[in-house]
């Protein structure tokens, strides 16, 4: 073998040089199948390489999408990144990239088995970079033109994603439609039911939502992810009215050793779908004392006010209750839209309960300034809340 061939062989992945080590000594009797011989070079060119190589990078990228999430813990969290100007701007060089190596398979090896994943890369590429229309054509190529049926439902899926990222439902509701008449498989049932349980999120259908994310749980491997997930699950029992299905799904993510900010917040809704009798509400009490103590929870001390007046006014105890959130309103806090919720459940004590018209108006105009002047969160309020 010449000094040039293994200068070659240095350059390409282990993989590729061992099969092109192997197809070499081969090479004598393979001639009778030049065509088999030629699709599996293809398959492990196309792989291992370009492929290899964009599919690393847009699992790292979406790791930062993902990271990325804005959690107000006052709504339901978002499954999705939140896809806008800020976050897609951090990584449109990466996006570029993977579009650029995914689109080698395809133009330099059109006849490999990764032709369709290079494709999906692709698509996804073209997801998160906003380039809706782009993307909906690469995932209604793949899901017209593939053989490979986890391709065309892996395909399938981020188009109806792509519907719901412009608001086209009854485009998204088709796609759905027209996988229920398909045999999927568990590499996808993952994406499909997270993207059904944003769907019917969107279309206000709480309880469908539920019955997906129920359904997409077992099939989150992450920990911290599917702890997340049952926060969210979490939340949407609550906004049904069923306070034990949620105190249960807390019970799991605190078990699980969830990051702070979730350890945090979670132990905060169980005071939200405790029974409070007599017990509960002392053990509730003494739990908020020790969190307000706690100096790791300085920048979360509004929050904490603003629930133990929600816990008071639960119980009706209106008085009580807008003590606590006056103590929530002048803590110092960055969190302009934690205020607004203050000023907000302030405002409805006062007109609901109270029926003191005047201060319930003064509390509403408090909360239009606290909100920013753009919010993108459009995440369904939850119940209970005053929004």
């Known amino acids: 073998?010449?000094?040039?061939?293994?200068?070659?062989?240095?350059?390409?992945?282990?993989?590729?040089?061992?099969?092109?080590?192997l197809a070499a000594g081969l090479a004598g009797c393979a001639?009778?199948?030049?065509?088999?011989?030629?699709?599996?070079?293809?398959?492990?060119?196309?792989?291992?390489?370009?492929?290899?190589?964009a599919r690393e990078k847009m699992l790292a990228t979406e790791a930062t999408?993902?990271?990325?999430?804005?959690?107000?813990?006052?709504?339901?969290?978002?499954?999705?990144?939140?896809?806008?100007?800020?976050?897609?701007?951090?990584?449109?060089?990466?996006?570029?990239?993977?579009?650029?190596?995914?689109?080698?398979?395809?133009?330099?090896?059109?006849?490999?088995?990764?032709?369709?994943?290079?494709?999906?890369?692709?698509?996804?590429?073209?997801?998160?970079?906003r380039e809706y229309e782009d993307a909906a054509k690469t995932f209604r190529y793949i899901n017209t033109t593939s053989k490979d049926n986890n391709a065309r439902h892996e395909a399938l899926i981020w188009l109806m994603r792509t519907f719901l990222a412009t608001k086209e439902l009854e485009?998204?509701?088709?796609?759905?439609?027209?996988?229920?008449?398909?045999?999927?498989t568990e590499r996808n049932a993952r994406e499909l039911f997270l993207t059904r349980a944003e769907f019917f999120l969107l279309t206000?259908?709480?309880?469908?939502?539920?019955?997906?994310?129920?359904?997409?749980?077992?099939?989150?491997?992450?920990?911290?992810?599917?702890?997340?997930?049952?926060?969210?699950?979490?939340?949407?029992y609550q906004a049904q009215g069923e306070d034990k299905k949620a105190y249960a799904q807390l019970n799991q993510i605190l078990k699980k050793n969830p990051p702070y900010e979730l350890d945090f917040f979670s132990k905060l809704m169980l005071g939200q779908v405790s029974d409070l009798n007599q017990t509960d509400r002392a053990r509730l009490d003494k739990y908020f004392a020790k969190l307000l103590k706690d100096t790791k929870n300085k920048e979360y001390r509004d929050k904490i006010?603003?629930?133990?007046?929600?816990?008071?006014?639960r119980q009706q105890r209106y008085p009580e209750a807008l003590a606590l959130l006056q103590k929530a309103a002048r803590t110092p806090s960055t969190n302009r839209v934690q205020k607004s919720y203050v000023y907000l459940l302030s405002g409805r004590i006062y007109y609901e309960n109270l029926q003191k018209y005047r201060l319930a108006a003064a509390y509403y105009d408090s909360t239009v300034q606290?909100?920013?002047?753009?919010?993108?969160?459009?995440r369904p309020f939850l119940s209970g809340q005053p929004f």
Do not use: C
Request: charged residues 25%.
């Open 31 to 53: 001639s009778e199948r030049p065509s088999l011989i030629g699709h599996a070079y293809d398959n492990v060119v196309a792989r291992d390489n370009a492929y290899f190589l």
């Open 65 to 129: 999408l993902y990271k990325a999430r804005v959690n107000d813990y006052n709504r339901v969290l978002p499954l999705f990144p939140t896809l806008n100007d800020a976050t897609v701007t951090t990584v449109t060089a990466d996006l570029d990239d993977i579009i650029k190596k995914a689109s080698l398979p395809i133009q330099h090896r059109p006849g490999s088995d990764w032709t369709d994943d290079s494709y999906l890369l692709v698509g996804k590429a073209r997801y998160y970079k």
């Open 1 to 21: 073998m010449t000094t040039t061939t293994f200068s070659l062989l240095r350059l390409l992945s282990a993989p590729t040089a061992a099969f092109l080590l």
């Open 305 to 313: 006010y603003y629930e133990m007046g929600r816990l008071e006014y």
């Open 370 to 378: 606290a909100l920013p002047a753009r919010r993108q969160n459009t």
């Open 204 to 236: 206000g259908e709480q309880a469908r939502a539920i019955e997906n994310l129920e359904k997409a749980i077992p099939y989150i491997e992450p920990k911290n992810e599917q702890s997340r997930t049952r926060y969210i699950l979490a939340q949407l």
């Open 171 to 184: 485009n998204a509701a088709a796609v759905s439609d027209l996988l229920d008449k398909e045999q999927g």
